[in-house]
Nanobody
Framework: QAPLVESGGGLGQPGGSLRLSCAASGFPLSVYAIGWYRQAPGKQREDISCISSTDGTTYYARSVQGRFTISRDNAKNTGYLQMNRLEPEDTAVYYC????????????????WGQGTQVSISS
């Protein structure tokens, strides 16, 4: 099994919500910062959020600030990304990573990656 597995993507409507999960297996996610990034067709990767392993401090890119919430449940070895007020521009494949620490909203020194989950926002 892949070390990180994302789930929760799908088709959503503008203004709606989706919650992504990032389940870790084979290692303790608790000792890593968790980052989320997305990649839309024809666009560069965009790092959007990070949560630290030490004190749970959260960071967001401006494009998602106030709409998305990153969290973690170390007991479940899982990270989450709650996405509210979704926009068509949020359409992308969303990936989670486990890294050494957060450099603002970017997880750094990534050691584990997920395979991504598609999010499509359309009316």
């Amino acid at each position: 099994q892949a070390p990180l597995v994302e789930s929760g993507g799908g088709l959503g409507q503008p203004g709606g919500s989706l919650r992504l999960s990032c389940a870790a297996s084979g290692f303790p996610l608790s000792v890593y910062a968790i980052g989320w990034y997305r990649q839309a067709p024809g666009k560069q990767r965009e790092d959007i959020s990070c949560i630290s392993s030490t004190d749970g401090t959260t960071y967001y890119a401006r494009s998602v600030q106030g709409r998305f919430t990153i969290s973690r449940d170390n007991a479940k070895n899982t990270g989450y990304l709650q996405m509210n007020r979704l926009e068509p521009e949020d359409t992308a494949v969303y990936y989670c990573v486990a890294g050494s620490f957060c450099a603002d909203h970017i997880a750094v020194n990534n050691k584990y990656w997920g395979q991504g989950t598609q999010v499509s926002i359309s009316s």
